[in-house]
């Protein structure tokens, strides 16, 4: 029971703070609410008895998407004054939601981990690495290769709008590299 009320709460979370990335006009903001629906989501998968699908939900998503949106800025040559507007946009009172977001999940997990000795053994079942390898190459392969060439348009999308940029700024080589 107690296992059910923290998937829940972790699911209210992830509702919530996805809800917060939808509808924030700051693509700074949505970026902090989408991390903390990650983590979230992470601790879900989690409490399902997936330890392994939560790893990997923080370190391929929750890290992909920092790095990615370091990437975009870098990409997109932010000016100074973009940089001093998002400095304006970036006040404590920003981090307030995400903050106390995050601080519930980390009690949560806190709990669940000292609480999970006494939990009776057929509430969870592990899934390991293994189990999760040969169910995305064997049943879901076809979804995995979709995944992955979303992911190429994706990229080749981006590195379009960037050579567009470039050529757009007065570059002597017409935007043609």
Known sequence: MTAQLFFYLSGAIAVFASLLVVTNKNAVHALLYLVVSLLSLAMCFYLLGAPFAAALQIIVYAGAIMVLFVFAVM???????????????????????????????????????????????????????????????????????????????????????????????????GGNR
């Open 75 to 173: 990409m997109f040559n932010i000016s100074q004054r973009d940089i001093e507007r998002e400095k304006q946009w970036l006040k404590g009172s920003i981090w307030i939601g995400p903050v106390l977001l995050a601080l519930v999940l980390l009690a949560e997990i806190v709990l669940v981990i000292q609480m999970q000795s006494s939990w009776p053994a057929q509430a969870v079942q592990l899934v390991d690495a293994r189990t999760v390898g040969s169910l995305l190459f064997g049943p879901y392969l076809l979804a995995v290769e979709i995944a992955s060439f979303l992911l190429l348009a994706g990229l080749v999308g981006g590195y379009h709008l960037a050579k567009n940029l470039v050529g757009t700024t007065g570059s002597d080589d």
